[in-house]
């Protein structure tokens, strides 16, 4: 099993940007797609962007596309978050998840170890 751990949250104003990052234990974290979730409070949680073990492969959810950016670094066992021209409606908390069982499926329901999230607080 994967273990994750989410950093980089805060509390910025609207317009802001805020850099996350997902840092993971074992050596098999580069075969593993990530992606980043999110739940805000009283609302279901979101998948917000998905990255393949290889980086070729990302999918992003509508409300983020052209303003959030995921990146990986498998040397490092760290995938990251850039969130640039943030809204209110992006505060919530940020988890990263791993698919550990699916291949490089970025399929939402595919993701099965999770980290313990990080809040982002959007201020307007």
């Known amino acids: 099993q994967v273990q994750l751990v989410e950093s980089g949250g805060g509390l910025v104003q609207a317009g802001g940007s805020l850099r996350l990052s997902c840092a993971a234990s074992?050596?098999?974290?580069?075969?593993?797609?990530v992606g980043w979730f999110r739940q805000a409070p009283g609302k279901d949680r979101e998948f917000v962007v998905g990255i393949t073990w290889s980086g070729s492969r990302t999918a992003y959810a509508d409300s983020v596309k052209g303003r959030f950016t995921i990146s990986r670094d498998n040397a490092k066992n760290t995938v990251s978050l850039q969130m640039n021209s943030l809204k209110p409606e992006d505060t919530a908390v940020y988890y990263c998840?791993?698919?550990?069982?699916?291949?490089?499926?970025?399929?939402?329901?595919?993701?099965?170890?999770w980290g313990q999230g990080t809040q982002v607080s959007v201020s307007s």
């Open positions: 998840a791993a698919n550990t069982r699916y291949g490089s499926s970025l399929d939402p329901k595919a993701f099965d170890s």
């Open positions: 074992g050596r098999t974290f580069s075969r593993y797609s």
